[in-house]
């Protein structure tokens, strides 16, 4: 099972990074298979440290696709790694083991900390989307144009239903994201 997360994580020299992430649980280990190159791979290697942040604001979510704005963040494992400052939870993570593959290797990490901020009251179907359309816009460089707009015209359901202005504010900056992705693919196309 894939559970979406955010994770943040620190260059050597101590720039932030916050990026979605599908992570996995397997007997108390968490495991992250990020795609080469990625700023998340890099700082996890040359640091050893990740945090993973447990959160129901999709907006940071869609901010991290989009290039929005960053959300604000605090220290943790005494100084070692930065958190979310708002996410429901985090835990602390240790790179324990790497499997190296071509395009995503394994990153096996321990878990160093955990700590609950706040209850969790569930996603309704407008988080749902936005969670889905990040995904989906994560990867527009590989999908097909018709799979990308046929998803988001169902996800769009959701959001019309069930969508707080946070859902909105998320949904409209990935649908930018993706109309800027057409219009790049028109062009390109035109030339």
């Not at 005494?78 to 429901?88: I, N």
């Not at 990153?107 to 749902?128: C, D, I, K, Y």
Request: some cysteine.
């Amino acid at each position: 099972m894939i559970y979406e997360t955010i994770v943040t994580t620190c260059s050597p020299e101590g720039e932030v990074h916050i990026a979605p992430f599908g992570i996995q649980w397997h007997d108390g280990k968490v495991l992250i298979m990020p795609f080469k190159p990625s700023t998340t791979l890099q700082n996890i290697l040359q640091t050893g440290m990740a945090v993973l942040n447990l959160t129901d604001d999709v907006r940071v979510f869609a901010a991290a696709i989009a290039k929005k704005t960053t959300f604000a963040t605090e220290v943790v494992a005494e100084g070692k790694a930065l958190r979310l400052k708002d996410c429901l939870a985090h835990h602390v993570l240790t790179l324990a083991q790497v499997e190296e593959d071509e395009v995503r290797p394994k990153l096996w990490l321990n878990v160093l900390e955990s700590e609950t901020h706040a209850p969790f009251m569930g996603f309704n179907r407008a988080q749902a989307a936005v969670i889905e359309l990040a995904v989906l816009v994560s990867r527009l460089q590989r999908l097909p144009v018709e799979k990308i707009t046929q998803e988001m015209q169902y996800l769009q359901i959701a959001i019309d239903k069930t969508a707080g202005p946070r859902e909105l504010e998320a949904w409209q900056w990935l649908v930018d994201c993706v109309n800027n992705h057409l219009a790049q693919q028109s062009g390109l196309q035109q030339a």
